[in-house]
């Protein structure tokens, strides 16, 4: 018990340390509540989960008379956009994957030679 | 108790967010101001704004690369940063509506405003040629928005909480959260000017800012919580690149 209530203490002393732990799991949270909500949305006419580039920015400029014209490349045709989106992922992925790697690779290159 | 992340957690979570976009891919649009939206006058208005800020992102890129190739890994990876994070569409419940962060805190911290525009540009312009996300003739009031004040208002939040000593996962926190803010602000001072034809100005931009406020204010707190988590992890594995960015006094840090 007595060992509990000190860890208890450690742990309320050290909240700053925790405060990393805590930014992790609340953007896993807000990404878990987000993706549990669109796969559990319920399926309604109106298009669900509109971007505020049409409930906001398209809206308001159609008020007004501008109206969003055509990509000059329009890849917003069916399941196009989702390969280019799969594509531009995979690929944006990758690069931040392997320069991540480079940056942690030259840290372990210079602990090997002593410099750190 | 120490805050670590093994390169291959760190990738699974990389995988998890960029995956995650996939699914939502049919409501893949978000704050970019969409081809056509502005009249001419003030696309160009925006574009000649942006054309100086991304002239002294090349030469800032030239000019460090040429003293540092360690600097590199960084630009590359924080470009990368930059254009999953500002292609992917997150939905708000409390809103019904799907937007983006800006990953232009976390840019503008750790390689300085001028590369950290450089990137969002050249991101901006993959999107709006290849992902019907954002447009060509509204690329430069997407630069300024996101790119410019995204940037600057995320490198300045950051500096100035630093000079009190505020701490870094708190300072990171509130400059990923004004990134985000400044961004939207703009976007709603674009959109107003370049629409409003006869109407006022302020009424509009009022208007525009406030339908914002729904979906940008989460979001904006996800993206200070997401460029907080990414200067700690960074802090933890490699103080000394902070330190050589100029992010941290050496002292700060526990090389």
Not at chain 1, 91 to 110: C, D, H, S, T, V
Not at chain 2, 142 to 153: K, T
Request: charged letters at 15%; aromatic letters at 12%.
């Amino acid at each position: 018990m007595r060992f509990q209530i000190s860890n208890f203490k450690f742990q309320i002393l050290n909240l700053k340390s925790q405060i990393p732990r805590l930014l992790l799991f609340c953007t896993s949270a807000a990404l878990f509540l987000c993706l549990t909500a669109a796969a559990f949305a319920e399926e309604t006419k109106e298009p669900k989960w509109p971007g505020v580039d049409e409930s906001v920015v398209e809206k308001y400029a159609k008020e007004h008379g501008r109206e969003a014209r055509e990509p000059f490349i329009n890849t917003d045709q069916g399941d196009l956009l989702l390969f280019v989106f799969l594509l531009a992922g995979t690929a944006g992925g990758f690069i931040a994957g392997y320069y991540w790697k480079e940056l942690m690779a030259n840290r372990k290159q210079q602990r090997t030679n002593g410099n750190i | 108790m120490k805050f670590q992340i093994s390169n291959f957690k760190f990738q699974i979570i990389f995988l998890f967010i960029s995956s995650f976009f996939l699914f939502l891919v049919d409501n893949a649009h978000a704050m970019h101001i969409s081809e056509g939206i502005l009249p001419f006058n003030w696309a160009l208005f925006w574009s000649v704004i942006a054309v100086p800020f991304v002239a002294w992102g090349l030469y800032k890129l030239k000019k460090l690369s040429a003293i540092d190739l360690s600097f590199k890994p960084l630009v590359g990876l924080m470009a990368a940063v930059v254009f999953i994070i500002s292609c992917m569409p997150i939905p708000v419940p409390t809103a019904g509506t799907c937007s983006h962060p800006c990953g232009t805190g976390i840019s503008g911290i750790l390689v300085g405003p001028a590369i950290s525009i450089l990137i969002t540009a050249v991101a901006l312009l993959i999107q709006a040629l290849f992902l019907a996300h954002g447009g060509l003739t509204t690329w430069g009031a997407d630069i300024v928005s996101m790119g410019v004040m995204g940037s600057f208002a995320g490198y300045l939040t950051f500096k100035a909480l630093r000079s009190i000593k505020i701490n870094l996962a708190v300072s990171g926190f509130m400059a990923g959260l004004f990134a985000d803010w400044a961004t939207y602000f703009t976007t709603s001072v674009e959109l107003a000017s370049g629409i409003k034809g006869d109407s006022e100005f302020m009424p509009l931009f009022w208007k525009i800012l406030i339908a914002f406020i729904p979906t940008q204010l989460p979001l904006g707190i996800l993206e200070g919580a997401m460029t907080a988590g990414m200067v700690i992890l960074l802090y933890k594995k490699r103080p000394d690149l902070l330190v050589k960015m100029r992010v941290l006094k050496a002292e700060e840090a526990a090389i």
